[in-house]
């Protein structure tokens, strides 16, 4: 592992910790409601020394953690060979403001102990100008408090918790769909197509699964739904004993907000092991490509999901043909496919963001861009983003789709093919 220094930033963060036990001490009661969205200014992020660490006259230094090993390495081999393919090409056609990007991509492995290590690695002695694209809820919760602390921007965060995103923090901004959001979307459609059936809800223990619950009764109300409930850990890969318990329960439709191996195990539980054809609705964390060949065509055929973007099949689309074109030339031979054009996503915003900076680039003229990014359409997007101070999320848009397998193909070939209209929740509707 690599040694972490402690240096000055690192009693800061000391001291930080401590005044923030003594508030948490000193708390109490309910949370008190806001009529308005409110700013917190993160600290660190006024001019202090270092602010443009990671920026030379040739060079912009990022930095990521991903799962580059154990049970979510699907996602993080796929997120970087998208982001590393799209480095390459922006550094091919001349840069960011005459400066070309190097990307550090740390491996993670979805846990909070080595997403903490890694990011201070990254930080503290790789000196990286921001963090982009880290990925998932126990690692990014293990982190997002200390980068903020020490006014590090940590962009296009790849989990979508209420704490991360509200109040908006001047130097975090997020990437996916609010879990709340697209929790209630999900349980719209069951309230419209499924009302008054009994639904079972597998959950990851931890707030992506509790805010998706969350978000799924709000979206049920009107449906005179009944919701039962069944957890499990981050550790658990065989989810075979809650499949068994919903169906004993009498559940009648399944909604899981899981890892791919974990969704895997209960759509192959529910449609192979038990012969239960249980409608299923998943979450748009697992609406991949992958997830046909982890839960096999047959098992997850008819699963309703939603995206947030175009598809990587969609070749029609200007967009995904110009990210074939980008993986065929970078992408060390990784076939496209959704993750890895959330991976060039991610780095194309950044970049976007960079580029609007301009050349005499700081944190703080960095952020200052994000904040003014508004009406701006990513490459592969199908909605614009439109950012303001109180507003730090990018996606704000969702369309429904469905698990749907091609068999004149040899093998058979697996897409989400979307459906019905865009469902738009956007925070900021105009640009200023």
């Given at each position: 592992m690599p040694r972490i220094h402690v240096g000055r930033w690192a009693w800061l963060l000391i001291l930080a910790l401590a005044a923030m036990l003594v508030v948490s001490a000193c708390g109490g009661g309910e949370k008190e409601e806001k009529a308005t969205p409110q700013v917190t200014k993160a600290a660190g992020t006024t001019p202090i020394p270092g602010n443009t660490n990671g920026v030379t006259d040739t060079q912009i230094l990022l930095g990521t953690h991903l799962p580059l090993s154990g049970m979510a390495a699907t996602w993080g081999v796929g997120l970087k060979a998208g982001m590393d393919a799209q480095v390459a090409y922006i550094n091919d056609n001349g840069g960011v403001n005459g400066r070309k990007l190097k990307l550090i991509v740390e491996d993670d492995q979805y846990t909070g102990p080595l997403a903490n290590e890694v990011v201070r690695k990254l930080v503290e002695s790789d000196k990286v100008f921001a963090i982009v694209g880290g990925l998932g809820t126990v690692p990014d919760s293990a982190v997002y408090k200390y980068l903020e602390t020490n006014g590090v921007p940590d962009m296009m965060l790849l989990a979508a918790q209420t704490k991360f995103l509200d109040p908006a923090v001047r130097t975090r901004y997020g990437y996916l769909v609010h879990y709340l959001d697209e929790g209630r979307i999900l349980g719209e459609y069951i309230a419209q197509n499924f009302p008054g059936k009994k639904v079972g809800f597998i959950e990851q223990n931890d707030e992506f699964g509790q805010e998706g619950e969350q978000g799924l009764r709000e979206g049920v109300k009107d449906g005179n739904n009944e919701v039962v409930v069944e957890t499990f850990e981050t550790t658990e890969g065989d989810l075979s004993a809650q499949v068994s318990r919903l169906k004993n329960q009498n559940v009648e439709v399944m909604a899981i907000y899981a890892e791919?191996?974990?969704?895997?195990?209960?759509?192959?539980?529910?449609?192979?092991?038990?012969?239960?054809?249980?409608?299923?609705?998943?979450?748009?964390?697992?609406?991949?490509?992958?997830?046909?060949?982890?839960?096999?065509?047959?098992?997850?055929?008819?699963?309703?999901?939603?995206?947030?973007?175009?598809?990587?099949?969609?070749?029609?689309?200007?967009?995904?043909?110009?990210?074939?074109?980008?993986?065929?030339?970078?992408?060390?031979?990784?076939?496209?496919?959704?993750?890895?054009?959330?991976?060039?996503?991610?780095?194309?915003?950044?970049?976007?963001?960079?580029?609007?900076?301009?050349?005499?680039?700081?944190?703080?003229?960095?952020?200052?861009?994000?904040?003014?990014?508004?009406?701006?359409?990513?490459?592969?997007?199908?909605?614009?983003?439109?950012?303001?101070?109180?507003?730090?999320?990018?996606?704000?848009?969702?369309?429904?789709?469905?698990?749907?397998?091609?068999?004149s193909t040899d093998p058979p070939t697996f897409t989400w093919q979307p459906f019905g209209d865009v469902i738009s929740f956007e925070s900021t509707p105009k640009c200023p």
């Open positions: 791919p191996i974990g969704a895997m195990s209960a759509i192959k539980n529910a449609h192979e092991t038990l012969n239960w054809q249980v409608p299923i609705v998943l979450t748009g964390v697992d609406a991949f490509e992958i997830m046909g060949a982890l839960a096999g065509p047959d098992n997850i055929e008819g699963t309703i999901s939603v995206v947030y973007g175009h598809q990587a099949y969609q070749k029609d689309i200007p967009g995904i043909a110009q990210h074939w074109d980008i993986m065929a030339k970078y992408g060390a031979g990784k076939t496209p496919d959704n993750l890895t054009m959330v991976g060039a996503s991610v780095i194309e915003i950044v970049a976007k963001i960079l580029q609007d900076a301009g050349p005499d680039l700081t944190r703080d003229s960095f952020l200052d861009a994000a904040e003014s990014l508004c009406g701006w359409t990513p490459s592969v997007g199908f909605a614009p983003i439109n950012f303001s101070p109180t507003d730090h999320k990018p996606n704000e848009a969702e369309q429904y789709v469905r698990g749907t397998v091609d068999r």
